[in-house]
T-cell receptor
């Protein structure tokens, strides 16, 4: 089945710093790729997605580009805010639509 | 347009008891998946329902069972609760053939 490897963190940055959270995947074929975010005490929210190679997903200042050559889908943001503190999950769905999550990357942004 | 809703938001049970959690999918969605998220871990897939039948199942014992109703809402039942069942239970809905799953806020279960 499809799976991901992402940095576990925690990642601690100062406000306005540049963020990169690495994600590499193994997949059968070329599925869509997703980033989900979980704010403290809440469920998961879909942050962004890309449906095919070279697609760039973007939302709330976050971006990720589907790189087939490097099997990567790294999450980036140019200037993080305290409100971005959360756990971020990179996820490719499997053929049967169940999502296999890793532990996610915990992000702390300091004011 | 209502998103995915779950009830209750919090629940406290004792070992050996049984619990039922409920989920209403996003409007227009016909598929419901359930996940268990232990503290500090990523969500783990429990099972998925489509057309009122269990379509996929993760590595969970038979104590975990579910149901989907004709209106696509779903229930997750856990029998003979163990301390280790304490977790956030997440419901996600999607449309058949569409990869994107939308998650509810979860039900936090504490087993004492």
């Amino acid at each position: 089945g499809n799976s991901v490897t992402q940095m576990e963190g925690p990642v601690t940055l100062s406000e306005e710093a540049f963020l990169t959270i690495n994600c590499t995947y193994t997949a059968t074929g070329y599925p869509s790729l997703f980033w989900y975010v979980q704010y403290p005490g809440e469920g998961l929210q879909l942050l962004l997605k890309a449906t095919k190679a070279d697609d760039k997903g973007s939302n709330k200042g976050f971006e990720a580009t589907y790189r087939k050559e490097t099997t990567s889908f790294h999450l980036e943001k140019g200037s993080v805010q305290v409100s971005d503190s959360a756990v971020y999950f990179c996820a490719p769905p499997n053929r049967d639509d169940k999502i296999i999550f890793g532990k996610g990357t915990r992000l702390h942004i300091l004011p | 347009d209502a998103g995915v809703t779950q009830s209750p938001t919090h629940l406290i049970k004792t070992r050996g008891q049984q619990v039922t959690l409920r989920c209403s999918p996003k409007s227009g969605h016909d598929t419901v998946s359930w996940y268990q998220q232990a503290l500090g871990q990523g969500p783990q897939f429990i099972f998925q329902y489509y057309e009122e039948e269990e379509r996929q199942r993760g590595n969970f014992p038979d104590r975990f069972s579910g149901h989907q109703f004709p209106n696509y809402s779903s229930e997750l039942n856990v029998n003979a609760l163990l301390l280790g069942d304490s977790a956030l239970y997440l419901c996600a809905s999607s449309s058949q053939g569409q990869e994107t799953q939308y998650f509810g806020p979860g039900t936090r279960l504490l087993v004492l």
